[in-house]
Every structure is written in C-alpha cells, then in structure tokens.
C-alpha cells in the first residue's frame, strides 16, 4: 500500500464517490498509469487497462483474490481464488487494426477502449452494441461492396469477438467454475475494474474508521496516522482497545 501512497488512494476513493463506474475505472487506471492525462488512458484498449489493473490490485492487496457467488443450480455459495498476478502479465493486444472474413464480409476493426464503453453505456436502450460497431469498425464490405456496421450480421459479429477476444485476452475475463456440491459448471465474468474498486471502498472506510480511533485517542491529524507504518497503527489500534 506505500507504494502508491495511502493518502493519495483516499483521495481516488473520494473521488469516486459522486462518479459512475466507467468515472471509476478510470481514476483506478489513473493510480496505475501516473502521469497520464484522461485522453490517453480512455484511448487504451479494455485489456490493456484491465492488465493494469490487475497489475495494481497485484500492488495493493496481493496476488490472489477471492471470488464468491450463488450457484444458480443449488444455490450453494461458491468460493474461489484467482491469481491476479497472472492477469497482469497476460499479453497485450497486438498491435494495429483486426480483421476477420467470413462468407464474403470482410471487417478491419479495433479493440474497444474504455471511450468506446462509455458511449455504449451512455446510448439508449437497445442501441449499446450498435454503438460499439460504429465506433469500432474500420471498415466493412460484403461481396467487395462497403457495408455499414449495424448491417453485419450475427455470425460476423461473433467471430469478431472472437477475434478481439485472442488479440485483447484481459477484455472480458471469464472463468468456467464447477460448484463442489451439485457439480453444475457456471460461467462468471471477472469485471477487475469493479472488484477492485469494492476492495478499494472497503480499505478506505476501515482506514477512516482507523484515522477516526487514533485522532480521538491521541490527537493526531489524519496525516500524521497515514504516516505511521501498519505495524505501529496496528499496536496504537491495539493498546487503545485495550484502554
């Protein structure tokens, strides 16, 4: 947690407190790119941002992280851990556009960034992946004439996803889990941006609630008690319990 400095984390968690999740994800990828301006980290490709996250969460919590859910077969909770560390040093996409053909279409494309997401979300009802192949595509024909996006068919758009799926590996992380009693197999969607962000509420409110101890017991300013060690804050922590 020293490494990118308690009271700077704090302020991203403030920070995030009044933004959306996209508004989210990316003061995360602001903690772990420094020095990047908002235009170049939504220009990102999703798997390139979300190995910067795992990269970070890597930083702050550790390599192994822990997911829970309901088995939708016998409702049984489910828990399994998932090395981050991993996730961090996955490939990055290759470089340049994409391309796939398929029965006489033919599509150059992009990997989706985080811009490209917010559009989407921002779309109306019905309208998301529309927006993301106008925003995506380079180019598209059928039997050598130009097409527009929203006239691919489904087969077409799914091996390009496909496609960006090889190319992007960290864009949309899914693990196949079995559950331990009924054996039903589900699949879960690893969204690190949101998980990390939920890690990151949690260690905020328990440093507040830390901050709030220590200030009350000794007087201290909240910077002081974010510059002691956590073996030091642990110990005063202790002794005041012990009061």
Not at 3 to 17: D, H, I, N
Not at 78 to 100: I, N, Q, Y
């Amino acid at each position: 947690m020293e490494l990118t400095g308690q009271a700077a984390l704090l302020a991203t968690w403030e920070a995030g407190q009044a933004a959306g999740r996209t508004g989210r994800a990316l003061l995360l990828h602001t903690v772990a790119r420094p020095g990047a301006g908002a235009e170049e980290l939504l220009a990102v490709p999703l798997g390139e941002r979300d190995a910067e996250l795992f990269g970070l969460r890597t930083e702050l919590f550790g390599d192994q992280l822990t997911m829970r859910l309901g088995c939708p077969g016998c409702s049984e909770e489910m828990e399994f851990t998932f090395d981050a560390g991993w996730m961090a040093g996955a490939a990055r996409p290759a470089p340049g556009p994409l391309r796939v053909e398929l029965d006489g279409w033919r599509v150059g494309f992009r990997p989706a960034t985080p811009a490209d997401l917010a559009a989407a979300e921002q779309a109306p009802a019905g309208r998301a992946r529309a927006v993301l192949l106008e925003r995506c595509v380079l180019t598209a024909e059928h039997g050598g004439e130009p097409v527009a996006a929203r006239q691919l068919p489904e087969p077409v758009q799914r091996r390009m996803a496909e496609a960006a799926a090889t190319a992007d590996p960290c864009a949309d992380v899914r693990l196949n889990l079995g559950c331990p009693e009924c054996g039903r197999q589900t699949l879960a969607e690893l969204d690190i941006a949101s998980y990390l962000w939920e890690e990151l509420d949690d260690w905020a409110r328990a440093t507040l609630l830390d901050v709030h101890l220590l200030a009350t017991a000794y007087g201290w300013s909240e910077p002081e008690i974010l510059a002691l060690s956590p073996l030091r804050r642990r110990y005063y922590l202790e002794l005041c319990a012990d009061a």
